[in-house]
């Protein structure tokens, strides 16, 4: 599974180019300022130097500290405009300001008007000291302190809030895992936002590589300025060092972290894998990039889900197949067939504009609309010729076996299954059964399996019938528009006739 190299360096952030710390002087005393200012001129801390604010009033510094959210340290004068100006103004900082960051030095000149143990008690201050006991050396050991104590602080909020993002990042890509393409954008989305990047990201799948470096990287999935490079060579649209990030990243198994950009890798024990780009990325700091290593492991661990869960349900369909088709005529000769009205199902379901999870759950649920049968007895069932009126009266009963048998299940699928298994013989004119319901009293999933499955079923040979021509299919069906079909879906199975017809051929009966 992907993880971060250990021995893969990344370059510091060059000391120039971070930001000064700030400092706010707060002192009614002009002369205070000069000579703080003076005595901090050269003074550095974690290689970082010193931007020195100036307030002369406790409203002024409200003002500075309300513009500048991120003073990391405040040299605090108790008596200014009042005798309590700066034990107001600390009330302020953690109370209406809501900063509980920024370090609060007390210097006081006249320690008798705030006594240090009342004033460490009552407020909310991080030291206290006496301008006469403030040499040059106890101010910059005090600083020293301050900044440390801040940056720890700001330290620990930033992976606070890292972790917070990256959890529900993860939470995202946990929660969506339908089909491999929906979650490789999803992924791409919470990792570009995770990353602060803004032209967005694409995804490369490779199936079954057996090792060997495919010819080219497809791209499977794509965020923001890379969607026009959907379902095309991502190895040939990037520049080329991106291209060789790409093959680096799939050669060694690891992920790629270059100056402008990145290559994630994945892989499940499908030996299926996954390489996902991220451009015009600034470059992440030692936390940033724990915090990508956190998200990255919950991604590889979600990417081995759902191919483990992919397969699972692949096996549990295939099933469904087989039970479904065994149902109508107790062999396999009929699986393609109830196939065929799952897809067929969906389609029509899209054409009318039904939600996406509503078709996703037609195509699966529609094959076992004559699961009911497994009730019928063979004699009646295989009978090659007409059926009687009391055989046909047991016939129709395999629509209420159905959604009994499969009413039980709390499952959406299952649910939609028994609710098409009682409700696909009704017909738009009222005179089907088992409830003679008409028109949009039937529910519109019963109305499409009842169209796709006599479309799909008038094609193939049955022991009572053999498979009807495609002209003699569409005159049945335009026959029946408006009295066994739903007129609208009717037309739309006509507009798209060469389309699904076609599907036959692709995937025709044993």
Known sequence: MGVLDD??????????????????????????????????????????????????????????LAEHEDTAVVLLDVVMETEQAGLDLVRTIRGALGNHFVRIVLRTGQPGQAPEHEVIAAYDINDYKEKTELTAQKLATTLYAALRAYRDMRTIEASRLGL???????????????????????VLGQLADLVGVQRGALCCRVAHPNGALPEHFEVAAATGDYANLLARNADEKLPGHIAQSLRGAYLNKRHVFADDHYVLHFADSQETEALLYVGESHTLDDLGLRLMEVFCSNVAIAFENLHLNRELFDSQLEMVYLLAGAAETRSQETANHVRRVG???????????????????????????????????????????????????????????????????????????????????????????????????????????????????????????????????????AEQRGRKFDPELTDLLFAHWDRIFHLRRELPDA
């Not at 000069?34 to 130097?49: I, M, Q």
């Not at 890509?173 to 089909?179: G, P, T, Y």
């Not at 395999?398 to 013989?425: C, D, N, T, W, Y």
């Open 164 to 186: 917070e993002h990256v959890i529900r990042a993860s939470s995202r890509v946990f929660s969506q895992q339908q089909q491999p393409q929906q979650f490789a954008s999803i």
């Open 343 to 477: 897809i067929i199902a969906r389609m029509l379901g899209q054409l009318h504009g039904l939600p996406d999870e509503t078709c996703e759950l037609l195509n699966y649920a529609a094959p076992l609309h004559d699961i009911g049968k497994i009730g019928i007895p063979d004699a009646i069932l295989n009978k090659p010729g007409p059926h009687t009126p009391e055989e046909t009266a047991v016939m129709r009963t395999h629509a209420e076996i159905g959604a009994k048998l499969l009413g039980g299940s709390r499952r959406p699928m299952f649910k939609l299954a028994a609710q098409i298994a009682v409700s696909h013989h009704e017909n738009w004119d009222g005179s089907g059964y088992p409830a003679g319901l008409a028109a949009t009293q039937i529910p519109i999933e019963g109305r499409i399996t009842a169209l796709a499955d006599v479309f799909d079923a008038l094609g193939s040979r049955r022991c009572y019938k053999d498979a009807w021509p495609e002209d003699e299919i569409r005159l049945f069906i």
């Open 7 to 64: 021995r893969f360096e990344f370059a510091a952030e060059p000391s120039d180019k971070r930001p000064p710390w700030k400092v706010l002087i707060v002192d009614d005393e002009p002369e205070i300022h000069n000579v703080t200012r003076l005595v901090l001129s050269s003074f550095r801390f974690a290689e970082r130097p010193l931007e020195l604010l100036s307030a002369y009033s406790s409203k002024e510094a409200a003002i500075l």
